[in-house]
T-cell receptor
C-alpha cells in the first residue's frame, strides 16, 4: 500500500469551477499535512499546510483534514487557467519524514 | 541571489563519468535535502542534513555521495551511474528538521540524463 495516495488525473475543470483534489495516507500518527503545486518544468512550491481537523482557507484555496478517515483534500475555487499544474500532497509521518504522493494533474480549460 | 539555487540545470553523463550537483540556499535555513523525481513516481527523499550533519540516508546506492560543508551548501557527487538514475534531482531547504517540518523551499532542479 502506498503511504500517500493521490489520483494521478488529469482532473479537467472548466474555468470558474471548483477543483476538488483528494489525498489519503496510511500512517495514523501523521501530524502535518501539506499541499505543494508544481508547474510543468518547475519545482514544487508550498501552497497550503494544515495540522488539525477541519477546514483551512487561504484565498481561493481550502484544505480539509479528516484524521479519523486519514484523508486530506484541497479545493480550488474559481479555478483559473493559471491553476493548471500538478498538486502534490505531502504528509509528515513517523521519523520526521515528509512523504509525497504522486500528484494530481489539474487542467483548467478556458 | 535569493532562495535555493542549483547548478547545473541540465547534465548529461556517461556511466563511467564523475560529476557533481551543487545546491546553495540563501534563506538562512539549517536543514537541506536531496530529492529525486522520476517520471510517474512520487518525490523520493534521498538525504537530509540538519546543521551540516547527515540525519537521513534513505537507502540510497553508494554511487550517490552527498557532501554538506556548511548549512548553506549541499553537493551530490555522482559516479558510475546507471541509465535508471536519469531523473530530476531537487535540492530543498527548511528552517530546521523538526516534527512539523514540511515547509520546504525547492531549487529549480538539475535534470540528469545518464547515457
Amino acid at each position: 500500500q502506498k503511504e500517500v495516495e493521490q489520483n494521478s488525473g488529469p482532473l479537467s475543470v472548466p474555468e470558474g469551477a471548483i477543483a476538488s483534489l483528494n489525498c489519503t495516507y496510511s500512517d495514523r500518527v501523521s501530524q502535518s499535512f501539506f499541499w505543494y503545486r508544481q508547474y510543468s518544468g518547475k519545482s514544487p512550491e508550498l501552497i497550503m499546510s494544515i495540522y488539525s481537523n477541519g477546514d483551512k482557507e487561504d484565498g481561493r484555496f481550502t484544505a480539509q483534514l479528516n484524521k479519523a478517515s486519514q484523508y486530506v483534500s484541497l479545493l480550488i475555487r474559481d479555478s483559473q487557467p493559471s491553476d493548471s499544474a500538478t498538486y502534490l500532497c505531502a504528509v509528515n509521518a513517523a521519523g520526521n519524514k515528509l512523504t509525497f504522493g504522486g500528484g494530481t494533474r489539474v487542467l483548467v480549460k478556458p | 541571489e535569493t532562495g535555493v539555487t542549483q547548478t547545473p540545470r541540465h547534465l548529461v553523463m556517461g556511466m563511467t563519468n564523475k560529476k557533481s550537483l551543487k545546491c546553495e540556499q540563501h534563506l538562512g535555513h539549517n536543514a537541506m535535502y536531496w530529492y529525486k523525481q522520476s517520471a510517474k513516481k512520487p518525490l523520493e527523499l534521498m538525504f537530509v542534513y540538519n546543521f551540516k550533519e547527515q540525519t537521513e540516508n534513505n537507502s540510497v546506492p553508494s554511487r550517490f555521495s552527498p557532501e554538506c560543508p556548511n548549512s548553506s551548501h549541499l553537493f551530490l557527487h555522482l559516479h558510475t551511474l546507471q541509465p535508471e538514475d536519469s531523473a530530476l534531482y531537487l535540492c530543498a531547504s527548511s528552517q530546521d528538521w523538526t516534527g512539523v517540518a514540511g515547509e520546504l523551499f525547492f531549487g529549480e532542479g538539475s535534470r540528469l540524463t545518464v547515457l
